[in-house]
């Protein structure tokens, strides 16, 4: 008896396995695109495992994302800078409805412009970006029409004029002045920390005057679990009838798409990209372009840890956005950082975002990084032969870099970079022959 409930048994688990080895085989022929990716980095990848209809997203205000991301400040008469987030956050926030009076000023020659930067100025807050007033009301009790279109990339606070604040496009040199009724100056020198300023020197560059940390730095290499924000999620929010989507694959890419729109996911390096073929003959502002991308950009890039609102290229009318880790972007020259936006009056027309994430720290993992003093790495620029009218910024940053010991674990190193022909490149790849890697240079 016992024999034979044993031989059943054995029975029934043959079956059972024939049954899950059939699905499995008709899985790979029919659905290959969902199952399996060629790529084993792709496919190793921690899933964010949740459901795409039910999968929270960023929960960033404009304010987090248009914001300036330096602030330098005089003390004791020579010039300190920080990045620090959480200094920057609280001082985005004081200053909020805190200006009236909006005029437009002349435009300033270079010497004007240099002296007002360098010598004049008590404190100044920088953006990545000129960015307009329309997306930035909520610095002033009121903003007229014909302003909210006006671009600025510079708050500046004179030393001689506390009653005043001045807002400064670099590019342009064009000049706009507010009043304030409060103390400004003694508001905005509480925030000094004498650990998180760093001593600057001013150089200039193509278009704008920057300042760069004198001494020799040390920071901190931060390490996170990394993950991916499945198609699934991206299907359901961009397409009106999944089920009406066609899928194919091929060793680059995997690519859904309907009579209108293309999604595609490169296997190489995780990036999604979108296009839906779009009539639309609507001109929209400077601000709506910004407000829109904004909100797309929140509903659909899935990057928690810092975003700012990076460029808009305002004849193609690309919006960029860069992410961050805390208190530096990631400037790395694969654009793991980059997110970029074609809007128009009705929706996305074109989309480019990493479908890569990172979430969760591994502080256990993270370490000290010393750097290059500034003044050594303008030496080497200059030792180099680079022109400074040839560079566009300088700035410290991180890169994306997977870790040796896992391919779900990337780490942010910090380095400097600097930014030339419109990409960010280390000091050390400047030198480098430049690799056609194929597709447009703005990342579409």
Known sequence: MGMKIRLRFLVFILMLLSMISLVLTLAVVFRP????????????????????????RVSYSLEDVFRPTRFIISHENKGKMTSDSTIIASVNEVLVGKFKDISKKEILSQEVYEQLVLRDSFGQLLFDTPVTFGVMTRYFNDVPEEYKQETFSRILYRHDDSKNVYFINDYTKQVFQAKTDQDIQSELSNYYDDTKFHLVESYILKNKQIFIEVNDLALEKQTYLMEQIPMSFYITQLFANPSELRNRSDGQSIIYNDNLSQLKMDRSTNVISYYQNRVDDEQLTTTVHLQQSFAQMKKLGGWKLGMSFSDFDSERKIVEYMRYVGTYPILSNAKEGLSQFIITATGIEKMRVSSLIAETPIPSKNESVDLMSGKELMDQILGKGIALDTLEDIRLGYAWQLSRESNQVVEFVPNWFIKIDHKWKTLEEISLPTLDQGGDSDGF
């Open 33 to 56: 695109v969902e199952i399996f990716s060629p790529n084993g980095f792709t496919r190793n990848v921690a899933s964010t495992n949740q459901d795409a209809s039910t999968q929270t």
